[in-house]
Structure formats: structure tokens, C-alpha cells
């Protein structure tokens, strides 16, 4: 293919850091196909995917198989190729949601006083184990600050620290001077048990230093993905049977255990948060019993192809993804129990599909393969995204780059946009050269506290070592105060996870075709382009994660 037929003067050396951007070049006969995204289309989407009659799409459920039924049949009609297993565009994910019984039973004994048993529910909570129905575990306990492990960032609560045999009490946060997305991975639950596992210990408990908060409930359950072995796949709260306790407390409960070791809270907390790890033993040990009842389920990821032109470049693959799930029936609000999410995601997912048209309808491919993705369980700790970036349909290292698509919350016309993740890869460059193509604004993160990063299915391509990013609004407005995140904020607490977010007034489906232009030719840059995204020398995410 000549690449010049569709698209001009993309100066491939600019994906290196460093280097001058030229300005984007679009033939017309590309334009042309992007003019053809069509806002009844992405409303017709929206408007089947958030309709009551597939009651909030919950996997395992009819209404989700619905959902996956109206993808195939869009990616049948517009000749994308299956990519699933076996010839199909279905891949099955076994989901297992495990509840815990009402027996728990936690226990801190010391050599000095009594043993005393804690009141579950008030002082304690014990997530069920995802593999096996009972579990009793007795070992020392150490104060393990944040849970962080990072010497090459300055910071390490494990340094010093004996936890090898013992149960860790972490508390989630992360010293101050760490960047946002740093932040987010560190305070991440896999990224706690995994260091612990590390280092040797047996247990994790988590502790909050809210005097006013209470321990989460655990009665819903919790969920893993099995595989075929009947063992933990994928989960967000399990990562080996070494791990046999993983629990909560509350602040009262921590006050106790750290005054057995002579330690002060807020002097305690003063000093992780400048980055003084103040880790110690406690002179306690804790004796754990509790059961878990397991229920199964089958779900599944939607994936298909469009295959690439060039003789090499096609074996490899860019992956455009949106969760397809949502949360299902619930708690009534104002009399309304679907909890249709029309945003959250079916958004995504309609997005998805109308960037899947554009290249279906190209007449010349790109060079690589594009692969669009929708996952099952994302509400339910990104698991299905999880389980196809680490079991792909395709070779694993033939991924290159993810761009994901979640709730991009397009309630008023996009003037700018956020690209979670861009800045740690080579992606940041393409996505400066479609925003600036398409007359968009490119800002930073307007609220990093939000945890975003981490907290979308492209995380699950990150740690799989796979560059990727996640396209949201940014602050532009049209009248100049640019202060959009102060709307969206209003628009989360009336809608987000709440029956109300509906096919309604509030979407803006002019800007939602912007949206797609974008995401596409993000992708087909990287498509078009021989070398391959990597991460940016040095960075945080690649060193740990790189293939």
C-alpha cells in the first residue's frame, strides 16, 4: 500500500522523544471517512445498550449476553473479522463470585494481656477466599507503613523489615512527593499483596486511620476470573494461596495494636507522608478463621479484527477497548432500580464500534491488524480486561499499544481532552498530533486524586507490559472559564452508578463524534507506523512492566 494515498506527511521519526512534531496531514479521501461518523449512530447504540430491557447488562445475565449479541451482529454487518476463540468473536470467561459466611472469626493475642476476640463487622471485615472454603491462619504481626516497595524511587517501607512468616498491616496512601500515577499504581490492591507476597508474608490487613469510617462490608462478595485448571486466573484481592488472610480493621482497632509497639498515628502518618518509612514489629500476633461459598458463572469478551495490509506489520495488533458490563438491578432511586449505564459505558462501547466502521470501510488497511475489544467485568474489578491482556486471542507480544474508551462523559462539546497514560510511551506524540489535527487542546489530568489511571481497563494492558492510554474530557469550555471538571463533578453525583444515568438530555453526541475521529487516528497512526509504541526511557511503568 502506498501510505501517501491516506496519509500525508507523517514524519514517523517524531515518535522519539525529543524530537519536532510536524503538523498531522490528512488525505481526503481519509477526512472524507471520518465526516461519515454519524451522532445518530452513536445514539442508536447508546440508546439499545441503556435500554431497560437489558436491565443494566450484569454479566451472567441475559441482558448482558443481549449486549453481546448486538456487538457480533455489528461486527458481522460491517465485515470486521472474529477474533475470539475458535473462529468466533467470543471468548469465555469463567467468573466466580465468592461470599463470605457469617463464622469469621479474628483474634489478637499477645504475651501480655488476654486474648481478644474482634466483633466482625465493627472492628474487622475478612475477604472470602476465591479458592478454597476454609482458611485459618495464626501469625506475628509488623506495621508496614504504606505496603510500598520502591528503592528506586527513594521509598521503602520493606527495608529493615522482617515480614517473612508474618501478617503486614498496611495503611493505602503514598508519600507526598510521588507523581499522581505513581501514586495510584502504589496504593493499588494487587500492587500491595504482590509486594507483600514478595517479601515473605502470610497475610495483609488493611487499616484505616479515619477514626469516623467504618470496615467495608464483603457480604455482595468479591469476584475472580478461574481458569480452565479451576484455579485464580485473574483477581483484584488474590495473587497466590500464600497470601491465606487479607482483611480490614478499623481505626480504633489499629490505635490498640500500635500503642502494643509504642507507636503514635499522626506521628507515624507525618512521617510516611514525607517520605520517612517508620515500619516496625508489633510485639501481637493475630489468629484468623474464616469459610467462603462459591458461586460460578460464564461471561464473555467480545473481540474483533480487521486484518492489517503489510506482509509483516499485520502479526501485530492495536487494540481498541471499552468495558461492556455494568452494575445491573439495585437499590431504587426515585423508583428507578436499572442501572442502565448509558454513560458508564455503553458510551464507550458505541464509540468503539463506530471506530470499528471507519476501518472496516477504508479500502486500503493500515499496516498493522486493529483489534476491538469488549470486556466483560469491569465493574467488577477490571477482570475481564485483565484476562484478555494476559490470555489474548492473539500472541501476547504481538500487542503494541491500547486505547481504551470508558465513560469519556461527553456532556458538552470536546475542546480538549486528557490522555491518561499518554505521557509514559511514545503514545503522547500521536495523540498531540490527532488533537491538534482535529483543533483540540491537550491538558493534564484535572483531578489526579481521582485515581483514573489505574482505575480503567487500560491499566490491565500497562501491567502486561503493553503502552497504553485512556482518552477523557478536558477543562475547555466555549466561554472561556474552562472549568468543565466543576460540571462533570455535578453531572457524577446525579448520574454516576445511579439508575439516572439514561439515554437522556445530558449526552452531547456532536462531541462524541469528535471523540471517535480522535481515538481513530490516534490508533491508525500507530497502526501506519513501522516502529512500535514504547515506553519513554526510564519510566516508572516500563521498567517495572516492559516486555
Not at 47 to 71: I, N, Q, W
Not at 85 to 101: C, H, I, K, M, N
Request: some cysteine.
Amino acid at each position: 500500500m502506498k501510505i501517501n494515498k491516506i496519509l500525508i506527511g507523517l514524519c514517523f521519526l517524531s515518535f522519539a522523544q525529543g524530537a519536532t512534531a510536524q503538523d498531522l496531514q490528512v488525505s481526503k479521501k481519509l477526512n472524507k471517512s471520518l465526516q461519515k461518523v454519524a451522532p445518530q449512530a452513536l445514539q442508536a447504540h447508546v440508546s439499545y445498550l441503556a435500554d431497560d430491557r437489558l436491565l443494566g447488562r450484569k454479566p451472567g445475565t441475559e441482558g448482558y449476553r443481549m449486549a453481546v449479541d448486538y456487538v457480533v451482529d455489528h461486527f458481522k454487518e460491517m465485515g470486521v473479522q472474529p477474533a475470539g476463540e475458535g473462529q468466533s468473536y467470543l471468548q469465555r470467561v469463567r467468573l466466580r463470585t465468592a461470599v463470605p459466611t457469617a463464622d469469621a472469626r479474628l483474634t489478637v493475642r499477645s504475651t501480655t494481656a488476654a486474648p481478644q476476640n474482634l466483633i466482625p463487622g465493627r472492628d474487622f471485615s475478612i475477604y472470602p477466599h476465591p479458592e478454597q472454603t476454609q482458611v485459618e491462619v495464626e501469625a506475628p504481626l509488623v506495621f508496614a507503613g504504606y505496603g510500598i516497595s520502591a528503592p528506586d524511587l527513594g521509598y521503602d517501607d520493606y527495608a529493615n523489615l522482617d515480614a517473612k512468616g508474618k501478617i503486614v498491616v498496611v495503611l493505602r496512601g503514598a508519600p507526598e512527593q510521588f507523581p499522581s500515577t505513581v501514586t495510584a499504581y502504589s496504593m493499588d490492591l494487587q500492587t500491595i499483596l504482590r509486594t507483600a507476597a514478595n517479601h515473605g508474608a502470610v497475610g495483609v490487613i488493611l487499616a484505616s486511620a479515619n477514626p469516623k469510617a467504618g470496615v467495608p462490608s464483603l457480604q455482595n462478595g468479591v469476584h475472580s476470573i478461574m481458569g480452565p485448571d479451576g484455579k485464580v486466573a485473574v483477581s483484584r484481592n488474590y495473587v497466590s494461596d500464600q497470601i491465606r488472610l487479607l482483611a480490614n480493621i478499623n481505626q480504633p482497632t489499629l490505635l490498640h495494636l500500635m500503642r502494643q509497639a509504642g507507636l503514635d498515628l499522626e506521628q507515624t502518618l507525618a512521617s510516611m507522608k514525607k517520605g520517612v518509612p517508620a515500619s516496625a514489629p508489633l510485639p501481637v500476633s493475630i489468629a484468623a478463621q474464616y469459610s467462603s461459598a462459591h458461586q460460578d458463572f460464564d461471561s464473555y469478551n467480545v473481540i474483533g479484527k480487521i486484518n492489517g495490509s503489510d506482509r509483516q506489520l499485520k502479526e501485530e495488533y492495536v487494540v481498541h477497548s471499552a468495558h461492556l458490563d455494568h452494575v445491573g438491578v439495585g437499590t431504587p432511586v426515585d423508583g428507578d432500580s436499572i442501572y442502565n449505564g448509558a454513560h458508564d459505558n455503553a458510551s464507550g462501547v458505541a464509540s468503539v464500534l463506530e471506530i470499528a466502521r471507519i476501518y472496516a470501510n477504508l479500502k486500503e488497511k493500515p499496516k498493522r491488524s486493529v483489534l476491538f475489544v469488549m470486556v466483560t467485568a469491569e465493574e467488577m474489578g477490571l477482570l475481564g480486561s485483565a484476562y484478555f491482556a494476559a490470555h489474548p486471542t492473539v500472541p501476547k507480544a504481538r500487542l503494541v499499544a491500547n486505547i481504551n474508551t470508558d465513560m469519556p462523559t461527553l456532556i458538552a462539546p470536546l475542546l480538549s481532552v486528557v490522555p491518561l497514560g499518554a505521557n509514559h510511551s511514545s503514545l503522547e506524540n500521536p495523540v498531540r498530533q490527532a488533537a491538534r489535527h482535529l483543533g483540540l487542546s491537550v491538558e493534564a489530568d484535572p483531578e489526579p486524586d481521582q485515581n483514573r489511571f489505574i482505575r480503567s481497563d487500560q491499566y490491565s494492558f500497562v501491567v502486561q507490559g503493553v503502552p497504553a492510554l485512556h482518552i477523557k474530557y478536558g477543562n475547555k469550555t466555549a466561554d472561556g472559564k474552562n472549568n468543565l471538571d466543576e460540571r462533570v463533578k455535578v453531572w457524577r453525583a446525579k448520574y454516576y452508578h445511579k439508575p439516572q444515568d439514561e439515554l437522556n438530555d445530558t449526552f452531547d453526541f456532536e462531541a462524541a463524534k469528535a471523540y471517535v475521529q480522535l481515538n481513530f487516528l490516534i490508533s491508525y497512526q500507530v497502526a501506519q507506523n513501522p516502529q512500535r509504541p514504547s515506553w519513554n526511557a526510564g519510566d516508572f511503568f516500563g521498567t517495572r512492566f516492559k516486555n
